[in-house]
């Protein structure tokens, strides 16, 4: 009597693992972890815009229609908060005092500068204000106006 023996062969078993290497290489290709880290950082970014108009937008509610006074009719990067020095950048502070409006000023997702955010703001000949974020990426405008 032969005794039959259980087992995969070598060839057996290299030809699952190069298939399964062939379905890993598709799978990473669909799902693009790159384009799915930039969509998810820019989508950061597009609230982070919101949060910091409507802070501005409840200021001025609160005063009598004022908005922060270093805020420009130049689109000009904010000021971090706790940052060392707010020169040359805007400074909304005032938004931070005490957590009513911010509790701090949201940061870009890729970092900003030392002491910037990387977000802009700037006061329309219209009145309105506009933040914009220029580190977006996948060649995406994100700004918002209110």
Do not use: H
Request: hydrophobic share 40%; with cysteine; aromatic share 4%.
């Amino acid at each position: 009597m032969k005794k039959s023996e259980k087992g995969f062969t070598l060839l057996e078993i290299l030809l699952v693992v190069a298939a399964m290497a062939i379905l890993a290489a598709v799978i990473i290709i669909a799902i693009n972890p790159g384009k799915q880290l930039a969509d998810t950082r820019n989508s950061q970014r597009w609230t982070d815009v919101q949060n910091i108009l409507d802070a501005v937008y409840q200021y001025s509610i609160d005063n009598n229609g004022n908005l922060p006074t270093s805020i420009t009719t130049s689109s000009t990067e904010i000021c971090r908060t706790g940052a060392a020095s707010c020169s040359g950048l805007v400074d909304l502070s005032v938004l931070t005092a005490d957590g009513k409006y911010l509790v701090a000023i949201p940061v870009d997702p890729s970092g900003g500068t030392t002491n910037g955010t990387n977000y802009q703001i700037e006061k329309l000949a219209s009145g309105r204000i506009k933040v914009s974020a220029p580190g977006a990426e996948r060649d995406e405008t994100i700004e918002g106006s209110k």
